[in-house]
């Protein structure tokens, strides 16, 4: 059809003003775009609100998933830093037998970091705080199997080890519990209840 018959049937339908039945059926279709057009305006704001409280859940979730990790590797971590002044001061006496090490064994919790190695929230902590922890369980089991071995002397063994644990007390554990306890807030913020 060529452009000018288009152009002159739209000129002739715009100077005719509509008959009742036309308009009719006109006005259903209008009503019928109107309700299709609000449905579709209707599920895309219900999807894009749904997918907002999903992702702040999500967040949530995760930020709190951190904050229990970062607390239970911080009581882990005390505990055993506490057990290893503890065997160094037993230490300070001296060794009543040649099998005192095997009698009594200097032997961590490793719980909490062992499960921290399949958690994907592990990388969420500050890397600062990784490494003190995973230098702290290098250097203590090294440490006591030179002592066991008699490779070193057990004075020193023992300055070894409460220099290994003193580092854990004064600054990861304090660093690791303040940041649970930054973790904490924003949770509480959020309505969340944290213990």
Known sequence: MPIRTVFRRLASR??????PGELRHGSFWFSQFLMIG???LGVYLASS?????????????????????????????EANARLVQAYAESLNDGIQSHSFFEQNPLTLDQYVWTVMGESETTLETPSIYLSSTQRFYREVPSIYHRLSNRMIGVQYGAEQLREAAQPILDDTIPGLRDSASILKQHLQQAGMDVH
């Open 14 to 19: 715009l100077s005719n003003p509509l008959t």
């Open 49 to 77: 609100e749904g997918m907002k409280v999903a992702i702040q859940f999500n967040e949530l979730t995760r930020l709190e998933r951190n904050y229990y990790l970062r607390q239970s590797l911080a009581n882990e971590l």
């Open 38 to 40: 609000a449905t579709v």
